[in-house]
C-alpha cells in the first residue's frame, strides 16, 4: 500500500499571499514601481473629490498601465486578466482588482496627463543613468503623404485622368439642383472638378514638353520623387 499526501481538488484551500515576496528583486515590475513612486501626481490627484465611492488609488494604476504598455499590453481586458492571475501585476496593485472597464475610464479620464507622466518616466530614468538616449529604437510605420505616388502621374495616366474629369464636369454642369443635392453642393463640387482639371492641365503641358516619353510628374509637388516604401520613424526610448 503506497503512502501519499492526500490530494483533493475541490477542498478550500487557504493560503497567506505577500504581493511585495512574489518577484524577484530585478524583475521589471519593480522598476516601474520605484518609478512612480517618485512621480508628480499632482494633476492626476486634482481631478478626485471627497464626495462619493472612494477611487482605486491612481498610483496603482498608473503602475498597472505603464508596466502594460512596458509589456506591450494595450487590451484593458488583458491587463483584467493580468491582475487577476499574474504574479507581476499582483504585486503592482497589492492584489486588487479593478476590472477593464474602470482601467479604460482611467485611461480616457487622464489621457491629458498620460504624456507628462511618461516624460517624467524618461528624464527620471536618464537622471538615474537607466538610459542615456544614445541608443534609440526605431518602428517603421508607412505614412501616406499629400504627395504620394498617387498624385504622380505621366503622360498616359493624366491624359485619361483629364478625360474622367471633363466627363464628370460635363455632366454635373447639367445636373440641377433637387431636394437630396443643393445648389450649394453642385457649386462645390464644380470647383473641385475645376482644380483638378487645372492640376492635370499643368502637368499634361509640362509632361509634353519633356524628350523622355516615360517621365512623370506630382500634382502637389513637383519636386518630389517616388520613394518606396515612405517611411515616418517613431523613436521608442529602450528603459
Not at 481631478?47 to 503602475?63: F, H, I, Q, S
Not at 510605420?141 to 460635363?170: H, M, P, Y
Not at 454635373?172 to 457649386?187: D, F, K, M, Y
Request: glycine share 6%; charged share 25%.
Amino acid at each position: 500500500m503506497h503512502s501519499f499526501r492526500d490530494y483533493n481538488q475541490r477542498q478550500g484551500v487557504f493560503r497567506q499571499l505577500v504581493p511585495n515576496e512574489l518577484l524577484e528583486e530585478d524583475h521589471p515590475a519593480r522598476m516601474i514601481d520605484a518609478i512612480v513612486e517618485h512621480l508628480d501626481l499632482t494633476k492626476v490627484y486634482a481631478v478626485y473629490k471627497d464626495e462619493g465611492n472612494t477611487a482605486y488609488n491612481p498610483k496603482m494604476m498608473l503602475k498597472v498601465l505603464f508596466y502594460s504598455y512596458l509589456i506591450g499590453v494595450m487590451s484593458s481586458r488583458k491587463m483584467e486578466a493580468g491582475l487577476e492571475y499574474r504574479a507581476d501585476y499582483i504585486f503592482l496593485s497589492g492584489d486588487q482588482v479593478p476590472d477593464f472597464r474602470t482601467l479604460n475610464n482611467f485611461r480616457a479620464r487622464h489621457v491629458e496627463q498620460l504624456p507628462g507622466l511618461f516624460a517624467q518616466i524618461v528624464l527620471l530614468c536618464g537622471a538615474l543613468g537607466m538610459i542615456d538616449f544614445k541608443h534609440l529604437a526605431i518602428d517603421g510605420q508607412k505614412i501616406a503623404a499629400c504627395s504620394n505616388f498617387r498624385n504622380n502621374v505621366d503622360r498616359k495616366r493624366a491624359t485619361k485622368r483629364l478625360g474622367k474629369v471633363e466627363k464628370a464636369r460635363k455632366k454635373l454642369l447639367e445636373q440641377e439642383p433637387t431636394e437630396t443635392v443643393s445648389a450649394n453642393v453642385i457649386e462645390e463640387r464644380k470647383m473641385r472638378f475645376e482644380r483638378k482639371r487645372n492640376k492635370l492641365s499643368l502637368a499634361l503641358s509640362f509632361l509634353e514638353g519633356c524628350v523622355n516619353e516615360s517621365a512623370s510628374v506630382n500634382m502637389v509637388d513637383g519636386d518630389a520623387n517616388i520613394v518606396f516604401p515612405c517611411i515616418f520613424f517613431r523613436f521608442i526610448f529602450c528603459i
